[in-house]
């Protein structure tokens, strides 16, 4: 039926019958089921704190006797012998008659005193402030930490090397302090914070697209403290406009440096942790226009001084990477060694002096494929511990005792992860593989600070995950933490359809990497309707070989009622090299999109698909992508839905947005190119666009933005928008509520079961 509405609203719900067949029949998936109901929920453990000894971890656990609260308790990896640190009747405050609700602990090196955080609150897009109490297990004393500051506002705390102290930012005011736990006295060590003066923590573009939250060091004597300060004056703010919350509507502000615009500023400097005035480190270069992306002592012993800081600092346009060191005492800073790339470059967690101070292990591209390299500190060309056509994905841990280096890939398969080894100070020896051969899929590891044991999570595509403890390098499982029974037999009581992975070829010899779910009772002789999902953003990938979750449920419901379901990576995804990887450098969604399109046409063409009946979902870069594959291939796609979607460049932040597309101001047509703006009179088949308007990460400007270009075109759509909800369009029912929007949009217009063969185009 042709609509001769352009914008639908959507609020009419269900798939009544299918939903009821469902409650009658066990094997059968709905979306209550998966999205409104624990029938699916998965074992948890944690959380997990590995202790200073390397051998012994604790976890939380309910009191034995039933009563509110949980324990602190320890197991020794090798044993299991389990023995009770903190009952939660000693984390009952003076003058309360409750335990503190722990929700998140860490231990003071000597092991003699817990830091528990709780009653926490937003900051940005994570819980990073609440109140922060000690316990002292000596003499059970609990302290809460702040004095008598407002409740929820201490930021990042942190024991001192000794113990004896806690530093911490306070929420609001910016500023860092130094508690000293036997006196009870607080020492301020910075006192211009402000709304735009940020010392020991972060703006939200830094906290978002560098990953750094918590913003000041502990030199390892406990002497002086290292942190960033950002000048944020000059960063706009952009609104979020609050219509239901009060009566009359309100805006948030929120500091968001769009492509293009003024950044804030960055420096690091070092006070002492008794107060004083700072000293700045000497970085050369506009500090609005240079990022100081990782900062930490030089490691120099336990307990023993560090006198140098090791600098990460990255150009705007993140193409240029310098390792740095800065004399904490002179603010002299030199620089080591430098990484370029013509498209661009990325901090690494895990830069650190080895083999006695000589060497500085690094990841590179340089020779085309993600590699761990040493630096000679003194100069001269970096030596390779790994190589091969593939890419190293993560480092987890630097044992420095047995000079190993345990890291991340998957030399045979990109769609899997395993855990490999090196010796770092024989790098003649080859690399070995620790995860067992035994067992494909996807393998991650938190490896203890000893580097003798492991927590060790293992799943496949469509198999819930085992998580065990295991000792290093030889893998042997001590004992399984979560078995996820309950969940398997949950899982292998439905009527699934078969999964499998396979390549995709779209000519000029590129091979996507793809995984197709298909009906519970395929025919091959059928033509049945496909809807894939994509995300496609840089260095991501959707098609791995590891459990799926609620999505993953939900597509075999989808299986169940007639649809194959499939997810394919484009050039630009993560773990194929870095040619793969960078190929979209100052295009992003041009090159995604043809290869997105390109796939469906080749899966269009396999017999048992009927090409008239494709259809693509997103959410974030992927609703960014079902805009585009829409609206550029609107041949090929009868449907999409797009929640969340950017929809030009030039909406989202600095720091993501320029390191792949470059500034605005210099690559306007290439954001142009990219954008499903400049395409939307093409629309022809059935689009929905889902935001949340109080969205501060992708803005609902970007999908008011679409609307404009969409209606000013004349072509009609489909939209929901979900009041205040955040990126993640959750809380209470709403995931219940979208997915069975989603569910009714997929079913009415990308119609599973048609009479008379293939259905025409829209």
């Known amino acids: 039926?042709?609509?001769?509405?352009?914008?639908?609203?959507?609020?009419?719900?269900?798939?009544?019958?299918?939903?009821?067949?469902?409650?009658?029949?066990?094997?059968?998936?709905?979306?209550?089921?998966?999205?409104?109901?624990?029938?699916?929920?998965?074992?948890?453990?944690?959380?997990?704190?590995?202790?200073?000894?390397?051998?012994?971890?604790?976890?939380?656990?309910?009191?034995?006797?039933?009563?509110?609260?949980?324990?602190?308790?320890?197991?020794?990896a090798e044993s299991g012998f389990r023995t009770t640190l903190v009952a939660a009747s000693h984390l009952i405050p003076p003058g309360d008659s409750t335990p503190l609700d722990i929700e998140d602990y860490s231990w003071s090196p000597d092991g003699r005193k817990v830091l528990v955080f709780t009653n926490s609150q937003q900051?940005?897009?994570?819980?990073?402030?609440?109140?922060?109490?000690?316990?002292?297990?000596?003499g059970w004393t609990l302290k809460k930490l702040g004095g008598n500051g407002p409740a929820s506002t201490l930021m990042f705390a942190k024991f001192s090397p000794d113990g004896g102290r806690v530093g911490w930012v306070r929420y609001g005011e910016n500023n860092l302090y130094v508690e000293d736990l036997a006196s009870g006295k607080i020492t301020q060590l910075t006192s211009d914070g402000s709304h735009t003066t940020i010392n020991g923590t972060f703006d939200w573009v830094y906290e978002e697209e560098l990953g750094l939250q918590d913003g000041w060091r502990w030199n390892p004597d406990g002497k002086s403290i290292a942190y960033w300060q950002l000048d944020a004056s000059g960063v706009r703010d952009f609104l979020l406009y609050n219509v239901t919350d009060s009566l009359y509507a309100f805006t948030t502000p929120v500091q968001y440096p769009k492509a293009g615009q003024t950044n804030s500023a960055s420096r690091v400097g070092v006070v002492s942790a008794a107060g004083g005035e700072?000293?700045?480190?000497?970085?050369?270069?506009?500090?609005?226009?240079?990022?100081?992306?990782?900062?930490?002592?030089?490691?120099?012993?336990?307990?023993?001084?560090?006198?140098?800081?090791?600098?990460?600092?990255?150009?705007?346009?993140?193409?240029?990477l310098q390792v740095m060191l800065a004399d904490a005492q002179t603010g002299q800073v030199q620089t080591l060694f430098t990484e370029r790339d013509s498209a661009w470059v990325e901090q690494f967690d895990e830069l650190r002096f080895v083999n006695g101070g000589k060497d500085l292990l690094w990841l590179s591209e340089r020779d085309g494929w993600s590699h761990i390299y040493l630096v000679p500190r003194a100069g001269g060309t970096p030596h390779v511990l790994t190589s091969g056509e593939f890419d190293v994905l993560d480092v987890l841990r630097v044992d420095t005792l047995s000079t190993s280096l345990y890291y991340i890939a998957s030399p045979d398969n990109p769609t899997q992860r395993y855990l490999y080894r090196v010796n770092y100070a024989k790098p003649e020896l080859a690399p070995?593989?620790?995860?067992?051969?035994?067992?494909?899929?996807?393998?991650?590891?938190?490896?203890?600070?000893?580097?003798?044991?492991?927590?060790?999570?293992?799943?496949?595509?469509?198999?819930?995950?085992?998580?065990?403890?295991?000792?290093?390098?030889?893998?042997?499982?001590?004992?399984?933490?979560?078995?996820n029974s309950a969940l398997k037999g949950k899982v292998g009581g439905l009527h699934l359809g078969a999964s499998e992975f396979r390549q995709v070829d779209i000519g000029s010899?590129?091979?996507?990497?793809?995984?197709?779910?298909?009906?519970?009772?395929?025919?091959?002789?059928?033509?049945?309707?496909?809807l894939f999902f994509v995300y496609g953003g840089p260095g991501s990938q959707t098609v791995t070989d590891a459990w799926g979750g609620q999505n993953y449920l939900w597509y075999q419901m989808l299986a169940q009622r007639g649809y194959i379901v499939a997810s394919v990576d484009n050039r630009g995804t993560g773990a194929?090299?870095?040619?793969?990887?960078?190929?979209?450098?100052?295009?992003?969604?041009?090159?995604?999109?043809?290869?997105?399109?390109?796939?469906?046409?080749?899966?269009?063409?396999?017999?048992?698909?009927?090409?008239?009946?494709?259809?693509?979902?997103g959410w974030s870069y992927g609703g960014f992508m079902s805009l585009n594959v829409i609206t550029q291939a609107p041949d090929v796609y009868r449907m999409a839905i797009a929640v969340a979607?950017?929809?030009?460049?030039?909406?989202?932040?600095?720091?993501?947005?320029?390191?792949?597309?470059?500034?605005?101001?210099?690559?306007?047509?290439?954001?142009?190119?990219?954008?499903?703006?400049?395409?939307?009179?093409?629309?022809?088949?059935?689009?929905l666009i889902v935001h949340g308007s109080g969205d501060d990460n992708v803005h609902f400007?970007?999908?008011?933005?679409?609307?404009?270009?969409?209606?000013?075109?004349?072509?009609?759509?489909?939209?929901?928008?979900?009041?205040?909800?955040?990126h993640s369009i959750s809380g209470g029912s709403t995931r219940q509520h979208l997915y069975t929007l989603l569910t009714r949009f997929v079913e009415e217009n990308l119609p599973a079961n048609t009479s008379g063969g293939r259905a025409a185009m829209p």
């Open 1 to 76: 039926m042709r609509r001769i509405c352009l914008v639908t609203v959507l609020v009419a719900l269900g798939s009544p019958l299918a939903a009821q067949r469902a409650e009658n029949d066990s094997s059968l998936l709905s979306v209550d089921r998966i999205f409104a109901s624990p029938e699916f929920r998965g074992g948890t453990f944690g959380p997990l704190a590995w202790l200073n000894d390397g051998v012994g971890y604790t976890t939380l656990e309910r009191p034995a006797n039933g009563k509110p609260g949980r324990d602190i308790v320890r197991y020794d």
């Open 123 to 138: 900051v940005w897009r994570t819980n990073t402030r609440g109140d922060y109490w000690v316990l002292d297990l000596s």
């Open 278 to 320: 700072t000293r700045w480190m000497k970085v050369p270069g506009d500090p609005r226009n240079n990022y100081i992306a990782r900062m930490e002592w030089a490691h120099a012993g336990k307990g023993s001084t560090s006198k140098e800081l090791i600098l990460q600092h990255l150009n705007r346009l993140q193409d240029t």
């Open 432 to 483: 070995q593989r620790v995860s067992p051969a035994s067992e494909p899929g996807t393998h991650s590891y938190n490896i203890s600070p000893s580097g003798r044991f492991a927590v060790h999570t293992y799943s496949r595509f469509g198999v819930p995950p085992v998580v065990t403890v295991v000792s290093l390098p030889d893998h042997r499982v001590l004992r399984t933490l979560v078995d």
């Open 509 to 530: 010899g590129i091979k996507l990497n793809g995984w197709f779910i298909k009906p519970p009772n395929f025919d091959s002789t059928s033509h049945y309707p496909v």
């Open 576 to 617: 194929r090299g870095r040619a793969w990887r960078k190929i979209i450098y100052r295009q992003m969604g041009v090159i995604e999109t043809r290869d997105q399109a390109a796939a469906a046409r080749a899966v269009g063409r396999l017999p048992f698909v009927d090409s008239t009946r494709i259809g693509i979902w």
């Open 645 to 687: 979607p950017v929809t030009h460049w030039k909406y989202y932040d600095t720091i993501y947005t320029e390191r792949y597309n470059g500034l605005p101001q210099d690559n306007a047509a290439g954001y142009d190119k990219g954008s499903p703006l400049t395409y939307a009179k093409n629309l022809k088949g059935r689009l």
């Open 701 to 726: 400007q970007n999908t008011e933005a679409m609307v404009n270009a969409l209606v000013a075109a004349n072509r009609p759509f489909s939209l929901m928008v979900y009041p205040n909800r955040t």
